[in-house]
């Protein structure tokens, strides 16, 4: 009996998750109500909230489980790419930043969620923002391996690109950058104080 209520819950979740992801696609988060989450999915409001909390806590969910689908597809490229490591860095960082691009909203909470402790939301944060340094890592070590980046510790040349990443990521989307093309340069440039 159990296992039945929670595959139906797991089901209940899945819908959110697809009409959410569906209705955030169309629209941007502000446009986008609950209610709206609720009748496509076809359940009751108070449902969508005993599962994600708010519309925020749904779409952090969702922006997390994209973002780490992009470096996922990132990690598996580097495996076959015969690029350097500061080409394929570049390329990787190119493509992480393009998503915060297409989703401004998720930016915003993404560096919310930085600051959270507990729960699913902070957890999910932290297996995402792992990711993201262990492809960096690989690539500033295949870099090294390739002389295409100089010497250092390949932990901290992760973490200072994944820093150069959200700093131009918050640029490009406030404006400070007018295009792709000088946030990309703004990218050679932070990349080249370091790596």
């Not at 159990?2 to 595959?7: A, C, I």
């Not at 779409?59 to 350097?84: H, M, W, Y």
């Not at 992760?158 to 918050?170: E, G």
């Amino acid at each position: 009996m159990l296992q039945g209520k929670q595959k139906r819950a797991q089901e209940t979740r899945q819908r959110i998750l697809v009409a959410a992801t569906n209705l955030f696609n169309e629209g941007n988060f502000n446009a986008v109500s609950t209610e709206s989450i609720a009748e496509q999915a076809n359940v009751s409001k108070g449902t969508l909230f005993a599962h994600f909390g708010d519309k925020l806590g749904l779409f952090a969910e969702i922006g997390l489980k994209e973002l780490k689908t992009c470096v996922d597809r990132c990690q598996e490229a580097a495996k076959s790419s015969p690029l350097n490591g500061r080409d394929l860095l570049n390329q990787s960082l190119m493509e992480i930043l393009e998503y915060f691009e297409n989703q401004p909203e998720f930016l915003r909470i993404f560096i919310d969620v930085a600051g959270w402790e507990k729960g699913t939301r902070a957890e999910n944060f932290v297996n995402v923002a792992i990711s993201i340094d262990t492809l960096f890592q690989s690539i500033v070590e295949r870099g090294q391996q390739d002389k295409s980046i100089r010497p250092i510790d390949p932990k901290l040349g992760a973490v200072s690109v994944r820093a150069f990443m959200i700093h131009v990521a918050i640029g490009r989307v406030c404006g400070e950058y007018k295009d792709t093309q000088e946030q990309h340069a703004e990218v050679q440039k932070l990349l080249s104080l370091v790596l």
